[in-house]
């Protein structure tokens, strides 16, 4: 009888009932003097905060925001990656109120969904991103949004925490209480917003990344990654307060900036999604920066392909870690050690972290889990799932079955010994003539061709056969390529029809603010200028 694909967690393994407010009152007890937060400037010119200065600030934010909000409440913050988005976090957590994140990049109308369907009573803003006049966008939303109750600019940031009362006790926060709202990066839809608890964002980074990368006291970690996303706000603020490594955050992502940083720093990691990595790697400053500090590089949020893995170590030397996440799993829902022999760590996204459940069901019948080896949809069970969608029973009804599985909407497989693959998202698989054909799998090949730096197959519609692969391709600085070269060199590692029909060279690819590809984009793009030439 075939093992089935499914891993249960140990039972001993122990996740703690605890707050992150809890967590940040032991760091300031255990560990007061040691740098906590530093504000990654150009020049070194950042502010920044011990453990001991971190927990003082945050509890003021704490109090301040109780003079516009209850425990329970919700609170949003509209910010790029300025400190004090890491000190609302910790201050909303303190106070027990919940925290809505909004991408700072999004225009009126987006905001205005996420603003309503999370009820929030009150904003914490940045007045400018990026040409975005946030504070006009606010002062045009507030008659719309009758419960929005309270708009804090953090160009007035002193005169609000001067509102707060010093004297003020602080609520009792559980570990089951809402800690943040994230909304899902609505790449197929409207948002939904994700509520995730105390407990699975404070054990899924001691879990995931403390368990897998050598983050280690008072050695910083530079983060260019996004604190609206879990990425930012969870895996590496929260693993950075539990190993009490200095957390040197970036206001946005920059390669040279980056580079700048780890070395003025002596961080010992490199960090991003792949397209961040890539940027790194390709960057001129990347040859004469020291970077003999760095021992690791850890990647994930989008599928990380053997290749990247392969081009970190040829002119880094060193390994890579990487960890299968979604927002709906706080993040992490397995990763790579650096224990795993080497072929495992280049092509699978590892085993399941500990704590967690995790099987390969049956699209066809979700409850069903399929043996180990065959391709079905992952899911995943435990402490670290959310609660649910906000105000939204059907589709939280959608994602988590029956028995509590949360179902990611990823193909992946597991084999004999725990580890998984993934082959890409459901929506993703392409049927042509009948047959599978998994996109990662051909994006997988085309980033061994050394001119391709990213590429993003999906499938056109085809009259005769139903969907045909198309393939659009973003060549490394220097290379030339065209269809006909790349059509050769995947005829060497692939069947005939897994190779692209269709192509399309660009200068960038279309992603979003966590640095996915946006796909939908590209199958819009790939279906009117097929069906232009169709009619042509």
Same mark, same amino acid.
């Given at each position: 009888?075939?093992?089935?694909?499914?891993?249960?967690?140990?039972?001993?393994?122990?996740?703690?009932?605890?707050?992150?407010?809890?967590?940040?009152?032991?760091?300031?007890?255990?560990?007061?003097?040691?740098?906590?937060?530093? %504000?990654?400037?150009?020049?070194?010119?950042?502010?920044?905060?011990?453990?001991?200065?971190?927990?003082?600030?945050? %509890?003021?934010?704490?109090?301040?925001?109780?003079?516009?909000?209850?425990?329970?409440?919700?609170?949003?913050?509209?910010?790029? +990656?300025?400190?004090?988005?890491?000190?609302?976090?910790?201050?909303?957590?303190?106070?027990?109120?919940?925290?809505?994140? #909004?991408?700072?990049?999004?225009?009126?109308?987006?905001?205005?969904?996420?603003?309503?369907?999370?009820?929030?009573?009150?904003?914490?803003?940045?007045?400018?991103?990026?040409?975005?006049?946030?504070?006009?966008?606010?002062?045009?939303?507030?008659?719309?949004?009758?419960?929005?109750?309270?708009?804090?600019?953090?160009?007035?940031?002193?005169?609000?925490?001067?509102?707060?009362?010093?004297?003020?006790?602080?609520?009792?926060?559980?570990?089951? =209480?809402?800690?943040?709202?994230?909304?899902?990066?609505?790449?197929?839809?409207?948002?939904?917003?994700?509520?995730?608890?105390?407990?699975?964002?404070?054990?899924?980074?001691?879990?995931?990344?403390?368990?897998?990368?050598?983050?280690?006291?008072?050695?910083?970690?530079?983060?260019?990654?996004?604190?609206?996303?879990?990425?930012?706000?969870?895996?590496?603020?929260?693993?950075?307060?539990?190993?009490?490594?200095?957390?040197?955050?970036?206001?946005?992502?920059?390669?040279?900036?980056?580079?700048?940083?780890?070395?003025?720093?002596?961080? +010992?990691?490199?960090?991003?999604?792949?397209?961040?990595?890539?940027?790194?790697?390709?960057?001129?400053?990347?040859?004469?920066? =020291?970077?003999?500090?760095?021992?690791?590089?850890?990647?994930?949020?989008?599928?990380?392909?053997?290749?990247?893995?392969?081009?970190?170590?040829?002119?880094?030397?060193?390994?890579?870690?990487?960890?299968?996440?979604?927002?709906?799993?706080?993040?992490? #829902?397995?990763?790579?050690?650096?224990? =795993?022999?080497?072929?495992?760590? &280049?092509?699978? #996204?590892?085993?399941? #972290?500990?704590?967690?459940?995790?099987?390969?069901? =049956?699209?066809?019948?979700?409850? &069903?889990?399929?043996?180990?080896?065959?391709?079905?949809?992952?899911?995943?069970?435990?402490?670290?799932?959310?609660?649910?969608?906000?105000?939204?029973?059907?589709?939280?009804?959608?994602?988590?079955?029956?028995? +509590?599985?949360?179902?990611?909407?990823?193909?992946?497989?597991?084999?004999?010994?725990?580890?998984?693959?993934?082959?890409?998202?459901?929506?993703?698989?392409?049927?042509?003539?009948?047959?599978?054909?998994?996109?990662? %799998?051909?994006?997988?090949?085309?980033?061994?061709?050394?001119?391709?730096?990213?590429?993003?197959?999906?499938?056109?519609?085809?009259?005769?056969?139903?969907?045909?692969?198309?393939?659009?391709?973003?060549?490394?600085?220097?290379?030339?390529?065209?269809?006909?070269?790349?059509?050769?060199?995947?005829?060497?590692?692939?069947?005939?029809?897994?190779?692209?029909?269709?192509?399309?060279?660009?200068?960038?690819?279309?992603?979003?603010?966590?640095?996915?590809?946006?796909?939908?984009?590209?199958?819009?793009?790939?279906?009117?200028?097929?069906?232009?030439?169709?009619?042509?």
């Amino acid at each position: 009888m075939a093992t089935p694909a499914l891993h249960l967690a140990d039972p001993a393994e122990h996740i703690e009932e605890v707050s992150i407010g809890a967590l940040l009152r032991q760091a300031a007890s255990d560990s007061p003097d040691v740098p906590a937060l530093i %504000e990654g400037l150009a020049g070194g010119n950042g502010r920044s905060w011990t453990f001991a200065e971190l927990l003082t600030a945050a %509890e003021e934010v704490a109090r301040a925001l109780l003079t516009i909000a209850s425990p329970g409440d919700r609170v949003a913050i509209w910010a790029h +990656n300025v400190p004090e988005w890491i000190l609302v976090q910790y201050g909303a957590a303190l106070a027990g109120i919940t925290l809505v994140t #909004i991408n700072p990049a999004l225009r009126a109308q987006e905001a205005k969904h996420l603003l309503s369907v999370s009820q929030a009573v009150a904003v914490v803003h940045v007045d400018e991103y990026r040409g975005i006049d946030i504070r006009q966008l606010l002062t045009e939303l507030r008659d719309e949004l009758r419960g929005l109750a309270h708009v804090v600019s953090l160009s007035e940031w002193q005169t609000f925490l001067a509102a707060g009362d010093s004297d003020a006790a602080l609520p009792e926060v559980t570990a089951d =209480d809402i800690a943040q709202i994230q909304f899902t990066s609505g790449t197929t839809g409207l948002p939904k917003g994700a509520t995730l608890t105390h407990r699975g964002l404070a054990n899924n980074p001691r879990l995931s990344y403390l368990r897998h990368l050598p983050f280690r006291a008072s050695v910083p970690i530079v983060s260019p990654m996004p604190l609206f996303h879990t990425a930012g706000s969870v895996l590496m603020v929260l693993s950075c307060l539990q190993s009490r490594s200095p957390l040197v955050q970036m206001h946005s992502f920059d390669p040279g900036l980056q580079l700048e940083l780890i070395e003025r720093y002596r961080s +010992n990691c490199l960090a991003g999604v792949p397209t961040m990595l890539n940027a790194l790697l390709t960057h001129p400053a990347f040859a004469t920066t =020291d970077l003999a500090c760095v021992e690791f590089a850890f990647s994930g949020g989008a599928f990380v392909e053997s290749s990247l893995v392969d081009r970190i170590a040829a002119q880094l030397g060193v390994p890579v870690g990487i960890i299968y996440a979604q927002t709906e799993a706080s993040p992490g #829902i397995t990763m790579t050690s650096f224990d =795993d022999p080497e072929e495992l760590r &280049r092509t699978t #996204i590892g085993r399941p #972290i500990a704590g967690v459940d995790v099987r390969i069901a =049956d699209p066809a019948d979700p409850l &069903r889990t399929l043996p180990r080896g065959e391709i079905g949809e992952i899911a995943t069970r435990g402490f670290h799932v959310m609660a649910g969608y906000l105000n939204n029973p059907e589709q939280t009804a959608q994602a988590i079955d029956s028995e +509590n599985w949360l179902h990611t909407g990823d193909l992946g497989s597991m084999d004999d010994a725990g580890y998984l693959r993934v082959h890409g998202r459901l929506k993703d698989m392409i049927i042509r003539g009948g047959e599978n054909i998994y996109a990662t %799998e051909v994006e997988a090949a085309l980033g061994t061709h050394e001119g391709v730096n990213q590429s993003a197959v999906i499938g056109v519609p085809d009259a005769y056969w139903g969907e045909v692969v198309g393939a659009f391709v973003q060549a490394r600085p220097g290379h030339d390529l065209d269809a006909d070269e790349l059509r050769s060199y995947l005829r060497q590692c692939l069947a005939p029809e897994k190779v692209p029909t269709l192509w399309w060279f660009v200068e960038q690819l279309p992603m979003n603010a966590s640095g996915k590809i946006l796909k939908t984009e590209l199958r819009a793009r790939a279906a009117d200028e097929v069906t232009a030439e169709a009619s042509a």
